[in-house]
T-cell receptor
């Protein structure tokens, strides 16, 4: 399967702990997105990378959140000092493209990483 | 900022009946609009998209949507529902100057036998 892969699929942690999620995009995709989805809501944008450059960040991405995409391949999303409000599904998506915004292309989503903060 | 509103968080239809899922957008400029579907335990998949070409857009699995500027709507339809259409459907809009897609809150479609 050459789709978007996310790891781990499920993470249960205690409040105050740090967690890290990994996303492996489709290999030829230069664009990578992180979204967060809570129960009963649609995905909310967190951040966007084009190759290794982080070009957009949502105000939802507090300073406890950090995302990286070294070498423009896989990406990690780290949450420090987790809070119960961080409990959600964290979605990664990737796409191709060389043009400017707005986004007109198809995003390919992974199955998500579900975080539960106790 | 652009936004989308999906009327009805749950829609239930009988197998073979018309499917109509509603999406209205707010935008000061012509938007790009998308419908994504999420089956249980799977990632979101693109159903169809409108990018200022034909106003009637055909997608996968027999779905289509019509862009109506006067009504600021992009409703999703399918003439005859199938059991396999049971899923959650999300309308999304692409914001000018940004790569982010803004998603609606979703509509869960149930198909009754």
């Amino acid at each position: 399967d050459t789709g978007v892969s996310q790891d781990p699929r499920h993470k249960i942690t205690k409040r105050g702990q740090n967690v890290t999620f990994r996303c492996d995009p489709i290999s030829e995709h230069n664009r990578l997105y992180w979204y967060r989805q809570t129960l009963g809501q649609g995905p909310e944008f967190l951040t966007y990378f084009q190759n290794e450059a982080q070009l957009e960040k949502s105000r939802l991405l507090s300073d406890r959140f950090s995302a990286e995409r070294p070498k423009g391949s896989f990406s990690t999303l780290e949450i420090q000092r987790t809070e119960q409000g961080d409990s959600a599904m964290y979605l990664c998506a990737s796409s191709t493209g060389t043009g400017g915004p707005p986004n007109t292309g198809e995003l390919f989503f992974g199955e998500g990483s579900r975080l539960t903060v106790l | 900022a652009q936004s989308v509103t999906q009327l009805g968080s749950h829609v239930s239809v009988s197998e073979g009946a018309l499917v109509l899922l509603r999406c209205n957008y707010s935008s000061s400029v012509p938007p790009y609009l998308f419908w994504y579907v999420q089956y249980p335990n799977q990632g979101l998949q693109l159903l169809l998209k409108y990018t200022s070409a034909a106003t009637l857009v055909k997608g996968i699995n027999g779905f289509e949507a019509e862009f109506k500027k006067s009504e600021t709507s992009f409703h999703l339809t399918k003439p005859s529902a199938h059991m396999s259409d049971a899923a959650e459907y999300f309308c999304a809009v692409s914001e000018p100057g940004r790569r982010a897609l803004t998603f609606g809150s979703g509509t869960r479609l149930q198909v009754q036998p």
